[in-house]
């Protein structure tokens, strides 16, 4: 399902046109249903985690520079690693070749800052931490120019502007759902109405949910086969 089909959706089950309101400030057809869509997208992507989500980029730490930028569309951390440029012990004993990958551990900036108070802690970055919307701060500072490797979940761009998406190709009742509950509540539509909108929706949320909560997560040769529970 494309947005072209889905706004013709939502205007059939809702049996509403959306038209333009009058008056400075006030949406149009188009403005309102995107509106609808987009929350739609923000609820369902911050409850199951889906590949669509995820992210991977790389980046390069700097000599005697403690900060790493942050991707400006990054919402939460999956995994950092920094990449060894050559053979590397770590303090707890364990050997790196070159090329190998160490994943760093999650703290706080006060875990960071009390672990490596001077500027002569240098090293290879074994810890990081949120340090401000714009940077991570890394534990110790680096002693040189390392690659790192980010993880991270984001919002996709959403098919109100790029006209497709990963849901509306895979998981399009998910979608509809969501988006007619946004506007059954624009609508203030009686309870009966938000009810079976809310019940569908759920049921959609769950099965893509045992695909990227379950189904996603695990391979038959590890796990055997995905097993639900007859009811």
């Not at 046109?17 to 057809?29: A, K, Q, R």
């Not at 701060?137 to 959403?158: R, V």
Request: proline share 5%; glycine share 6%; net charge negative.
């Amino acid at each position: 399902m494309n947005y072209a089909e889905l706004v013709d959706a939502i205007k059939g089950y809702a049996e509403n046109d959306f038209p333009d309101t009058v008056g400075s400030g006030d949406l149009t057809t188009a403005e309102q249903i995107a509106i609808f869509v987009q929350n739609a997208e923000e609820r369902i992507y911050n409850s199951v985690q889906i590949p669509a989500v995820r992210k991977n980029v790389t980046g390069t730490t700097t000599s005697g520079n403690k900060y790493l930028q942050i991707p400006g569309d990054w919402l939460s951390t999956f995994s950092l690693a920094v990449v060894c440029n050559g053979p590397t012990t770590l303090p707890d004993g364990r050997v790196f070749a070159s090329g190998d990958y160490v994943y760093l551990l999650n703290k706080d900036v006060n875990f960071i800052r009390e672990a490596y108070p001077s500027q002569t802690d240098t090293g290879l970055p074994l810890y990081y931490a949120v340090f401000d919307y714009d940077s991570f701060i890394l534990g110790p500072m680096p002693n040189s120019t390392y690659t790192m490797e980010l993880h991270y979940f984001y919002y996709p761009a959403s098919i109100t502007t790029a006209g497709t998406s990963w849901l509306g190709d895979n998981f399009e009742s998910v979608l509809l759902y969501g988006s007619l509950l946004e506007a059954a509540s624009f609508m203030k539509s009686d309870a009966d109405v938000i009810k079976n909108y809310t019940d569908r929706y759920n049921e959609a949320l769950l099965l893509l949910k045992q695909l990227g909560d379950a189904k996603d997560r695990m391979d038959a040769y590890r796990n055997g086969q995905v097993r639900y529970p007859v009811k």
